[in-house]
Structures are given as C-alpha cells and as structure tokens.
C-alpha cells in the first residue's frame, strides 16, 4: 500500500490544524493566479492611456493642423518634440523607479499626463501646442522602463514575453480605440468645442483617474501584499531576484553598460523598430485616407482593422517565442515582415493600388509592434542581475527611442517637399526608407543571434539536454543487455 492521500485515496494528516502542505509548483500556480488579473490589465491600462495620449495627434491631424495653421512640417515637428524631453529624462526617472518601487513612481507618471494631454485641448497655436509637447514628453518617460522593471521583479524570464505581449496590446487596443473614438468625434458636431479639443479631454481624463488607481491596486513588495497567502509571498520573492524591488544603484556599472557591444546592437535594433512604431503611429490615419480618398474621419475608422491584425500577430508570435526560446528568430522575421510591409506600400502608392498599400501596412505594423516586446524581452533574458536589468533597459530604451523624432520627421519633410499633381504629399521616398529601415533591423537582429548572451545560454541548454537524452538512451540500452554494448547506441 502506498503512501496515505497518494495511492489509496487517503488524504494526507492535516496534525494540529495546520493547513496542508502545498508544493511548490502549486504556489507557483496559484501567485500567477493571483497577480496577473490584478496588475496585467492594470499596467496595461496604464500603457494604452500613454499611447492614445502620445499619438493622439496624427488622428486629428486635419483640423489641428488648419485651427493652429500647421504645416505639414510643423506637425512633424509638433509630434516628434515629445521625445526632445522623453528620452534625456527616461534614464533619471528608471533609477527612481529601482530606488521607489513601480508603484509610487507610474502614479505621479500616469496622473502627470493625464493632466498634460488635458490641457492640450486648450491650445492655439504652435508654439503652445510645442511647449505642451516638451512637459508631455517628460511625464510619459518613464512609463514603459516602470512597466518592464514591474514585470522583471514579479515574473520569471521565460514567464515575460507573453505578459509583455498582453500588456502591448495596448498598442493593438490604442489603435481601435484612437480610431473609433476619433470617427465619433470628428463625425460629429459638438457645440462650442472643436472635435480635436474634446477628443484630447476625453483620453487625458481618464489617465488622472487611472492614475489613482495604481496607487492603490498596484503591488509593491511581495512581503507588503495582503491579497498574498504566506507562502506565496515567499514564493514571490524567491522565485525572482528580490533586490529588484528595492535596493541602490551602483553607478560604477554604467560604463560596464556602455562598453558592452551588446548594448549598442538592442539598442539599434530598438532604434530601428521605434522608427517605424512612431511613423504608423502619427501617419497611419493620413496614409489611409491618402491611398483611399476617404475623409479623416472615415480614415481613423478603415484604419481599425489594421489595429486588430496587428494584434492577432502580436498575439500569436509573442506566444511562440515564450514557448520555444527563440526569440532572435522571432525578431528576425518580425523585421522582415516590416521591411515586406512598407516595400508594399511603397509599390501600392507608385502604381496607384491602394488596397496593396492598406494590406502592407497591415504587414508592417504586425512586424514593427510585436518586435518592440520581442526586443525588450530577449534584452531581459540576456541579463541575470536586477540591476544590469534597470540600466540596459534605461540606455536601450532611451536612445532607441530616438526613432520617435527621427520617424515622423522622414514624413513630415518628404510630405513637406514632394507632392503628387493634386498637392498630396508624396511620400514614396518615405516609404523606401521605412523598408530600408526594417531590412536593417533585420540584420541588427541577425547579429544579435550570434552575440546575444540570451542565445548562447539557450544554444547551451539545449546542448545540455540533447546529452542527458543520449545519456539516458545509451544507459537503458547498455542496462538492458546486461552490460553489452548494444549496436543501436548511437556514435
């Protein structure tokens, strides 16, 4: 007879009242349970409030433009001027994060931009509509790197890149949302207000609300979380490093940081893949509507499918690189497809077929969004410290983002300059550099497969395991003929 509660059905002896034991994969289980519907919609609310906020310009761009008597320059720059102060600030912010905790530092962060886009609406005119660029730009900085360091101190590695995927999706809701809400809006006649000016009061309020409610839903130590059982608590800080919660920053590793190959390489790979996030972001409306002839309005709206698409992709490839490791391969083909999708739209706006054009911004957006947590993730995995976690991120995220200004402004000057016989802008030049842009992150990619720690760690588990299994094969056919050396032990 077996042990009691395992083979005959008898439970095991609960002595003195105590709880009965659980196992360690069982707590495991039931954290996960626990934490992620509490903080994965959460922070990705606080994600999708941040992109509509961020990118809420290219939906309006129309009647901003004429009520503030934009340019197609001026709002190039207009969009692009976010990251003048996004990016110097991202780094300081990320070391308060690591000395603060997520919580306290994404509250005064998603309250601050709430405010901010709120006030957007009371622009008129461009040096306003800049000044309130800059302040939005600094609120916004240290959003993602809080998000990603949250993550990195309650999930495991290969646990990260399917909730990175669920909390980017708020880039897929952003843009269903941006659409919708903006079709609402400029369709309709509200008055005493322009559509642009509710719209920007309509996605800035909600971020104060929001804001709130981090301080008081969003965990902070695992010790401190009272939704946590005791030996989940345990298992929380154990299962992770547990100084990533708190702890000092030891500046002496920064030149570390910047001397690594490493870090210039995901650096440029994140480079090359915001320059195409921030372009669909601000253009994609204006890109519809030109290859189409539809009004904004309807524009923001036919651009919703390409939103869903793209989600589904993210979706799906974010899933696939947790299960299987490989998260170069993942990233490699994401840029291939962005570099595919914009060559399609590049042919589909020469040839005048504008349906191929909407189908490769589809492609590019489904390759340029999912890359942006594949690169993140695989940075992540390639790091075991808390700490070189904080400041890769910092330097990668920081200067990657660079692609915000760079971006928007290949449009805006190309669309400045070269114009179609009817006074569209033309931006085949554009085009032809965002394909260029993708078949470079392909190569970043590529390079990265042969020098990412990440990679080489995985190639050596597996290694690893393809010798335990020949091992373990050789060893049941040496066992099984009594010691005689079988002739079907491989050699």
Same mark, same amino acid.
């Given at each position: 007879?077996?042990?009691?509660?395992?083979?005959?059905?008898?439970?095991?002896?609960?002595?003195?009242?105590?709880?009965?034991?659980?196992?360690?994969?069982?707590?495991?289980?039931?954290?996960?349970?626990?934490?992620?519907?509490?903080?994965?919609?959460?922070?990705?609310?606080?994600?999708?409030?941040?992109?509509?906020?961020?990118?809420?310009?290219?939906?309006?761009?129309?009647?901003?433009? #004429?009520? !503030?008597? =934009?340019? *197609?320059?001026?709002? /190039?720059?207009?969009?692009? %001027?976010?990251?003048?102060?996004?990016? $110097?600030?991202?780094?300081?912010?990320?070391?308060?994060?690591?000395?603060?905790?997520?919580?306290?530092?994404?509250?005064?962060?998603?309250?601050?931009?709430?405010?901010?886009?709120?006030?957007?609406?009371?622009?008129?005119?461009?040096?306003?509509?800049?000044?309130?660029?800059?302040?939005?730009?600094?609120?916004?900085?240290?959003?993602?790197?809080?998000?990603?360091?949250?993550?990195?101190?309650?999930?495991?590695?290969?646990?990260?890149?399917?909730?990175?995927?669920?909390?980017?999706?708020?880039?897929?809701?952003?843009?269903?949302?941006?659409?919708?809400?903006?079709?609402?809006?400029?369709?309709?006649?509200?008055?005493?207000?322009?559509?642009? #000016?509710? !719209?920007? =009061?309509? *996605?800035?309020?909600? /971020?104060?609300?929001?804001? %709130?409610?981090?301080?008081?839903?969003? $965990?902070?130590?695992?010790?401190?979380?009272?939704?946590?059982?005791?030996?989940?608590?345990?298992?929380?800080?154990?299962?992770?490093?547990?100084?990533?919660?708190?702890?000092?920053?030891?500046?002496?590793?920064?030149?570390?940081?910047?001397?690594?190959?490493?870090?210039?390489?995901?650096?440029?790979?994140?480079?090359?893949?915001?320059?195409?996030?921030?372009?669909?972001?601000?253009?994609?409306?204006?890109?519809?509507?030109?290859?189409?002839?539809?009004?904004?309005?309807?524009?923001?709206?036919?651009?919703?499918?390409?939103?869903?698409?793209?989600?589904?992709?993210?979706?799906?490839?974010?899933?696939?690189?947790?299960?299987?490791?490989?998260?170069?391969?993942?990233?490699?083909?994401?840029?291939?497809? /962005?570099?595919?999708?914009?060559?399609?739209?590049?042919?589909?706006?020469?040839?005048?077929?504008?349906?191929?054009?909407?189908?490769?911004?589809?492609?590019?957006?489904?390759?340029?969004?999912?890359?942006?947590?594949?690169?993140?993730?695989?940075?992540?995995?390639?790091?075991?410290?808390?700490?070189?976690?904080?400041?890769?991120?910092?330097?990668?995220?920081?200067?990657?983002?660079?692609?915000?200004?760079?971006?928007?402004?290949?449009?805006?000057?190309?669309?400045?300059?070269?114009?179609?016989?009817?006074?569209?802008?033309?931006?085949?030049?554009?085009?032809?550099?965002?394909?260029?842009?993708?078949?470079?992150?392909?190569?970043?990619?590529?390079?990265?497969?042969?020098?990412?720690?990440?990679?080489?760690?995985?190639?050596?588990?597996?290694?690893?395991?393809?010798?335990?299994?020949?091992?373990?094969?050789?060893?049941?056919?040496?066992?099984?003929?009594?010691?005689?050396?079988?002739?079907?032990?491989?050699?």
């Amino acid at each position: 007879m077996g042990p009691p509660g395992r083979r005959d059905g008898v439970p095991p002896v609960n002595v003195g009242g105590d709880p009965p034991l659980r196992s360690p994969a069982a707590i495991e289980r039931s954290l996960l349970r626990k934490v992620d519907p509490r903080c994965i919609p959460l922070i990705t609310a606080c994600y999708l409030l941040a992109l509509l906020d961020r990118a809420n310009l290219g939906a309006v761009k129309e009647p901003l433009s #004429r009520d !503030l008597h =934009l340019s *197609e320059h001026q709002f /190039a720059l207009a969009s692009a %001027i976010f990251f003048a102060t996004y990016i $110097p600030t991202m780094l300081p912010v990320n070391l308060l994060t690591r000395k603060w905790g997520a919580r306290p530092v994404l509250t005064v962060l998603v309250v601050s931009f709430g405010v901010v886009s709120s006030i957007t609406a009371a622009t008129t005119s461009f040096g306003e509509l800049v000044a309130v660029r800059l302040v939005l730009g600094a609120a916004e900085s240290g959003v993602f790197p809080a998000l990603v360091y949250f993550l990195s101190c309650w999930y495991k590695p290969e646990e990260r890149g399917r909730r990175m995927g669920y909390f980017m999706w708020a880039n897929v809701i952003a843009g269903v949302m941006g659409g919708l809400l903006a079709y609402g809006l400029l369709s309709s006649d509200v008055e005493g207000i322009a559509s642009w #000016r509710l !719209l920007f =009061l309509v *996605e800035g309020v909600p /971020a104060i609300v929001l804001g %709130i409610l981090v301080w008081w839903t969003l $965990p902070g130590k695992p010790e401190d979380t009272p939704w946590l059982t005791a030996d989940e608590r345990e298992m929380a800080a154990t299962r992770v490093d547990i100084d990533a919660m708190e702890g000092r920053f030891d500046f002496q590793a920064l030149p570390k940081v910047l001397r690594d190959p490493n870090t210039w390489l995901f650096t440029l790979q994140f480079f090359f893949t915001t320059n195409m996030t921030y372009q669909l972001s601000f253009y994609t409306p204006t890109l519809v509507q030109h290859q189409l002839g539809y009004s904004l309005a309807l524009a923001n709206l036919v651009a919703v499918p390409i939103s869903i698409v793209s989600g589904l992709a993210l979706y799906v490839v974010t899933h696939h690189s947790d299960r299987s490791g490989q998260r170069h391969l993942s990233s490699m083909g994401c840029s291939l497809a /962005a570099a595919l999708g914009f060559t399609m739209v590049l042919v589909g706006d020469t040839y005048r077929w504008p349906w191929v054009a909407y189908a490769g911004l589809m492609v590019a957006q489904s390759g340029a969004i999912t890359n942006v947590p594949l690169t993140t993730v695989w940075l992540t995995d390639s790091l075991t410290d808390s700490g070189e976690i904080a400041l890769y991120s910092a330097v990668m995220i920081a200067i990657g983002n660079l692609g915000g200004i760079t971006g928007p402004q290949i449009y805006g000057a190309v669309g400045s300059y070269r114009t179609h016989a009817n006074g569209d802008p033309d931006y085949r030049i554009a085009h032809a550099v965002m394909a260029c842009i993708g078949a470079g992150a392909f190569c970043t990619a590529a390079a990265l497969a042969y020098t990412s720690p990440a990679v080489k760690r995985a190639e050596a588990e597996r290694n690893e395991q393809r010798r335990f299994v020949r091992t373990e094969r050789t060893t049941f056919k040496i066992d099984e003929l009594d010691g005689e050396l079988s002739p079907l032990i491989p050699v």
